[in-house]
C-alpha cells in the first residue's frame, strides 16, 4: 500500500521526486549514506533517480532488483560530467568505462568520492606495482601519497598521465631550484634539454636525492671517457672514490664556474681541500699556504688552472699528475722523461747542445738547460724548480732544492741578457746570451 502511495506521487508531480528519493534513506533502509563524509552530490540533493531507474514496482523485490542504473558505464558519469578520453595518454579505467573503479558512486569520506582519506597510496597500488614506490629514500607526493600532485587520474597529452611536460612538473614545485638555475652561468646540458628523470626516479630510489643510479656510475654513463680514467687510473684522486664521490667538486645541475664546479673557479675548488697541513697520510703540502706567501706563481695557477698539471680524476703518475714529473734529484734523460713539463715547454728545451731559439737559459748559443738535464744523470726539473710558487724568479727556489737532508740554495740572480747562480754543487757561474762568459775559467770576471 505505501509503494502504491508514492508511485501515485510521482506521477502527480515532478516536485514530490524528491520526496521520494528522500525515503531511500530511513532508519531501516541504506542507512550509510548518511554517515558519509563527501556525498556525491545527486545523492546530496536526494536526487537519487538521477542515476538509478525502477524497473519492477516491488521495493525491495525478494530474488532480484527493483532499480537498475540509468546507463552503463561511463556513459551513466558523462550524463553530468565531461566525457573523458580524448586526450593522448588515457588512463586505463577511464579508458575501459570503469570509473567505479576508483571512484564510490554514492561518496567518500576523502575528496573526489575517493576510499576514506587524503592517502591515495591504497587505491593506487591496487593497480600498480607497489616495489618502484618502497626503495629507501621516497619522493615526497609519494611519501604522503599525494599520486595526482604530479599525474591526472584521467587523462593528459603528457607521458605516463603528467600534468604537463616532465620537466615543468618538477619545477612547478621545485621553483627556488628554477629560479636559481636561470641565473646560473653554467646549466648542465641534461638540466637544460631533458627531463628531470633522466638522472633521478620521480617516485622513490636505493640512492640518495632520487638517482636512478649510485655515483659515480650515474655520471659515467654519459661522461664514459672519465669513467674509465677513473676505474682504470694507478693513482685515483681521494674525493672521486670516497665521501660525496662527483659531489664532493662537483653540482649536478648548474654552477657559476666551467666543469660545475661547486666553488667559483677550479682553483678555489682545489685549495678548498688543499689548505691544511693534515691532508693525506703522509701529509700533502698545504698549496694555499705556499701560494699565500709566494711573490711567483706557475702559469697555469696564474690562471686558476690547477688541471694544467694535475688529472682530478685520476692518473697514473704520482700525485695525480697529468705526465712524467720525476721525484729523485738525478735521472737519465730520454725524450718522454718530463712530459709533464713538454705539455706547454717545448721538448727542444732538453734536446739540442747549441741553441738561439729554444731557451733563454743559455751562455751565447750553449744550451744550459741541455747541460743540466740531458745527461746519464741529468738534473730533473725540479732540482732548481717549485711546480706551485717561489719567491725566485723563474720559479727557481728561494730556499734552496732538496738533496736529502740538505737544502741546496742556488743564489740565482737574473741580469737583461742572462744571470748567475752558485749552489752548493758549483762555484758562481755567470751566463750571457749576448756576450758569453768562459764558463772554463777559474773565476769570471
Given at each position: 500500500?505505501r509503494?502504491?502511495?508514492?508511485?501515485?506521487?510521482?506521477?502527480?508531480?515532478?516536485?514530490t521526486?524528491?520526496t521520494y528519493?528522500?525515503?531511500?534513506?530511513?532508519?531501516s533502509?541504506?542507512?550509510?549514506?548518511?554517515?558519509?563524509k563527501n556525498?556525491?552530490?545527486?545523492?546530496?540533493?536526494?536526487?537519487?533517480l538521477?542515476?538509478?531507474l525502477?524497473?519492477?514496482?516491488?521495493?525491495?523485490?525478494?530474488?532480484?532488483?527493483?532499480f537498475?542504473v540509468?546507463a552503463?558505464g561511463?556513459?551513466?558519469c558523462?550524463?553530468?560530467?565531461?566525457?573523458?578520453?580524448k586526450?593522448k595518454v588515457?588512463?586505463s579505467?577511464?579508458k575501459?568505462g570503469?570509473?567505479?573503479?576508483?571512484?564510490?558512486?554514492?561518496?567518500a569520506?576523502?575528496r573526489?568520492?575517493?576510499?576514506?582519506?587524503?592517502?591515495?597510496?591504497v587505491?593506487?597500488?591496487?593497480?600498480?606495482?607497489?616495489?618502484?614506490f618502497?626503495r629507501?629514500?621516497?619522493?615526497g607526493?609519494?611519501?604522503?601519497?599525494?599520486?595526482t600532485t604530479?599525474?591526472?587520474?584521467?587523462?593528459?597529452?603528457?607521458k605516463?598521465?603528467?600534468k604537463?611536460a616532465?620537466r615543468e612538473?618538477?619545477?612547478a614545485?621545485?621553483?627556488?631550484?628554477?629560479?636559481?638555475?636561470?641565473?646560473?652561468?653554467?646549466?648542465?646540458?641534461p638540466?637544460?634539454?631533458?627531463?628531470?628523470t633522466?638522472c633521478?626516479d620521480?617516485?622513490s630510489?636505493?640512492?640518495?636525492?632520487?638517482?636512478?643510479?649510485?655515483?659515480p656510475?650515474?655520471?659515467?654513463g654519459?661522461?664514459?671517457?672519465t669513467?674509465?680514467?677513473?676505474k682504470n687510473s694507478?693513482?685515483?684522486?681521494?674525493?672521486?672514490?670516497?665521501?660525496?664521490?662527483?659531489?664532493?667538486?662537483h653540482?649536478?645541475?648548474?654552477?657559476?664556474?666551467?666543469?660545475?664546479?661547486?666553488?667559483?673557479?677550479?682553483?678555489?675548488?682545489?685549495?678548498?681541500?688543499h689548505?691544511t697541513?693534515k691532508?693525506?697520510?703522509?701529509?700533502l703540502?698545504n698549496?694555499?699556504?705556499?701560494?699565500?706567501v709566494?711573490?711567483?706563481?706557475?702559469?697555469?695557477?696564474?690562471?686558476g688552472r690547477?688541471?694544467?698539471?694535475?688529472?682530478?680524476?685520476?692518473?697514473?703518475?704520482?700525485?695525480?699528475?697529468?705526465?712524467?714529473?720525476?721525484?729523485?734529484?738525478?735521472?737519465?734523460?730520454?725524450d718522454?722523461s718530463y712530459?709533464?713539463?713538454?705539455?706547454?715547454?717545448?721538448?727542444?728545451?732538453f734536446r739540442?747542445?747549441?741553441?738561439t731559439?729554444?731557451?733563454?737559459?743559455?751562455?751565447?748559443?750553449?744550451?744550459?738547460?741541455?747541460v743540466?738535464?740531458?745527461?746519464?744523470?741529468?738534473?730533473?726539473?725540479r732540482?732548481?724548480?717549485?711546480?706551485?710558487?717561489?719567491?725566485?724568479?723563474?720559479?727557481?727556489?728561494?730556499?734552496?732544492?732538496?738533496?736529502?737532508?740538505w737544502?741546496?740554495k742556488?743564489r740565482?740572480?737574473?741580469?737583461?741578457?742572462?744571470?748567475?747562480?752558485?749552489?752548493?754543487?758549483?762555484?758562481?757561474?755567470r751566463?750571457?746570451?749576448?756576450?758569453?762568459?768562459?764558463?772554463?775559467?777559474?773565476?769570471?770576471?
Amino acid at each position: 500500500m505505501r509503494v502504491a502511495f508514492l508511485l501515485l506521487a510521482v506521477m502527480l508531480a515532478p516536485a514530490t521526486a524528491v520526496t521520494y528519493a528522500e525515503t531511500c534513506v530511513t532508519s531501516s533502509c541504506h542507512i550509510p549514506f548518511n554517515t558519509i563524509k563527501n556525498m556525491h552530490q545527486p545523492v546530496k540533493e536526494c536526487d537519487c533517480l538521477s542515476c538509478h531507474l525502477q524497473k519492477n514496482k516491488e521495493h525491495p523485490f525478494k530474488g532480484g532488483k527493483s532499480f537498475d542504473v540509468t546507463a552503463k558505464g561511463s556513459a551513466l558519469c558523462s550524463q553530468c560530467h565531461d566525457a573523458m578520453g580524448k586526450k593522448k595518454v588515457v588512463h586505463s579505467p577511464v579508458k575501459d568505462g570503469d570509473c567505479l573503479s576508483c571512484h564510490k558512486p554514492h561518496g567518500a569520506n576523502g575528496r573526489f568520492l575517493l576510499g576514506d582519506s587524503e592517502d591515495q597510496t591504497v587505491l593506487c597500488l591496487g593497480c600498480h606495482d607497489s616495489a618502484p614506490f618502497s626503495r629507501k629514500y621516497v619522493h615526497g607526493p609519494v611519501a604522503s601519497g599525494s599520486c595526482t600532485t604530479c599525474h591526472d587520474p584521467h587523462q593528459s597529452d603528457a607521458k605516463s598521465l603528467l600534468k604537463g611536460a616532465s620537466r615543468e612538473v618538477c619545477l612547478a614545485c621545485h621553483a627556488h631550484f628554477a629560479k636559481k638555475m636561470q641565473a646560473a652561468a653554467i646549466i648542465h646540458p641534461p638540466v637544460k634539454k631533458e627531463p628531470c628523470t633522466s638522472c633521478h626516479d620521480p617516485h622513490s630510489s636505493a640512492w640518495p636525492n632520487l638517482l636512478k643510479r649510485a655515483m659515480p656510475d650515474l655520471c659515467t654513463g654519459c661522461h664514459k671517457e672519465t669513467g674509465k680514467k677513473i676505474k682504470n687510473s694507478q693513482v685515483p684522486h681521494k674525493p672521486v672514490i670516497e665521501g660525496k664521490l662527483c659531489a664532493n667538486c662537483h653540482t649536478a645541475h648548474f654552477s657559476k664556474a666551467r666543469g660545475l664546479l661547486l666553488a667559483d673557479d677550479e682553483k678555489s675548488a682545489c685549495l678548498g681541500c688543499h689548505n691544511t697541513d693534515k691532508l693525506g697520510d703522509p701529509a700533502l703540502s698545504n698549496i694555499k699556504k705556499e701560494l699565500d706567501v709566494s711573490k711567483h706563481l706557475h702559469g697555469p695557477i696564474q690562471k686558476g688552472r690547477c688541471s694544467g698539471c694535475h688529472s682530478p680524476h685520476g692518473s697514473d703518475f704520482p700525485h695525480i699528475l697529468a705526465g712524467n714529473y720525476p721525484s729523485d734529484f738525478y735521472v737519465a734523460y730520454n725524450d718522454d722523461s718530463y712530459s709533464l713539463c713538454t705539455k706547454c715547454h717545448d721538448k727542444n728545451l732538453f734536446r739540442f747542445a747549441e741553441t738561439t731559439l729554444y731557451t733563454k737559459f743559455r751562455n751565447g748559443s750553449r744550451n744550459l738547460h741541455y747541460v743540466h738535464v740531458n745527461s746519464s744523470k741529468g738534473r730533473s726539473c725540479r732540482a732548481c724548480h717549485e711546480p706551485h710558487a717561489s719567491n725566485g724568479p723563474k720559479l727557481v727556489s728561494a730556499d734552496g732544492a732538496r738533496f736529502g737532508q740538505w737544502r741546496i740554495k742556488s743564489r740565482f740572480q737574473l741580469t737583461p741578457t742572462g744571470g748567475s747562480c752558485a749552489p752548493g754543487c758549483h762555484r758562481r757561474f755567470r751566463y750571457d746570451r749576448i756576450t758569453p762568459f768562459d764558463l772554463n775559467a777559474t773565476t769570471q770576471k
